[in-house]
């Protein structure tokens, strides 16, 4: 039996195909490429590009634009409430004013009614001594003037001269007659008598 000894024993491996180079090849191919596309992705700053300094100036003008509207909208709402209050205090003096027309007028118009009043009370007595009062003629009692006692409204002067006659005796028949020459005269009347008043001014009824 034959020994062989462990210095003489050569380990042997299979060579490589053709096909199993090929790949191996690509491998490593494919393995640089995706490295240096990774190398050059990592080299790449994206904030030094032309689309990022437009967004970025596109962000601050549309920042400064928020300012601006926000500043507006504070002046804008600082005026509106300004105005607010402004009509506020407006229509309360508004209010106030026409309150005290209100009572103006209500014055006014007591006042009117007052006037009216006393126009129509003074009216009434002006008609009232207009019918009790006769004047200088000769008169009807009952028809003409009203029955009772007559004075002479102011002192008479020496020339007045009255006299009550029966009504329908056109003068003829003299009940009573006075030439007074001074004074305020008194006549009663009754009714069927007539009433003459010459120069004595006027009379009134008591």
Known sequence: MNTVSDS???????????????TLAAVLAAGLVIGGISAGMAMIDPTASEEYATAVSHVQVAATDRDTYQR?????????????????????????????????????????????????????????AAANTVSDGT?????????????????????????????????????????????????KLSKGQDFKSSRCGSWKKN
Request: hydrophobic share 30%.
């Open 139 to 187: 008169w009807s009692v009952d028809d003409d003037i009203k029955p009772g006692s007559y004075r002479a409204t102011a002192d008479v002067g020496s020339t007045c001269y009255w006299a009550i006659y029966s009504s329908g005796s056109n003068g003829g028949d003299i009940i009573e007659n006075d030439i007074p020459g001074g004074g305020r005269p008194t006549v």
């Open 72 to 128: 507006e909208l504070s002046e804008l709402t600082t005026k509106h409430d300004t105005l607010v209050s402004e009509i506020a205090d407006r229509e309360s003096a508004l209010e106030k004013r026409e309150s005290a027309v209100g009572e103006k007028e209500s014055k006014v118009s007591d006042a009117e009614a007052a006037v009216k009043t006393r126009e129509k009370a003074v009216g009434t007595a002006e008609t009232e």
């Open 8 to 22: 003489t024993v050569k380990e042997t491996k299979p060579p490589m195909s053709k096909s199993g180079k090929i």
